[in-house]
């Protein structure tokens, strides 16, 4: 995972709707090392659990990582659901 980056453009859910998952975890790096989720992450994660109610699919977590560490929303500030 090294030098890599994941975009929220990259993002494909509508694979997971059409394949019925019933919940999903959504993991992010941050390529600067530091996990600590930034506001955008906090608004995505909150517009994530938004979607994921209407259509129907359980927002388990979302999981940032960054330098051997990673940070889970659910255990930070109970985010998902």
Not at 37 to 64: A, K, M, Y
């Amino acid at each position: 995972m090294e030098n890599s980056h994941f975009g929220w453009t990259d993002l494909r859910g509508a694979g997971h709707i059409r394949d019925s998952a019933a919940a999903v975890i959504f993991v992010h790096n941050h390529p600067s090392g530091d996990p600590t989720p930034s506001r955008e992450d906090l608004e995505i994660t909150r517009r994530l659990r938004d979607v994921g109610e209407i259509v129907g699919v359980r927002v388990l977590d979302h999981v940032i990582i960054g330098a051997g560490r990673y940070v889970s929303l659910v255990w930070l500030c109970g985010a998902a659901h």
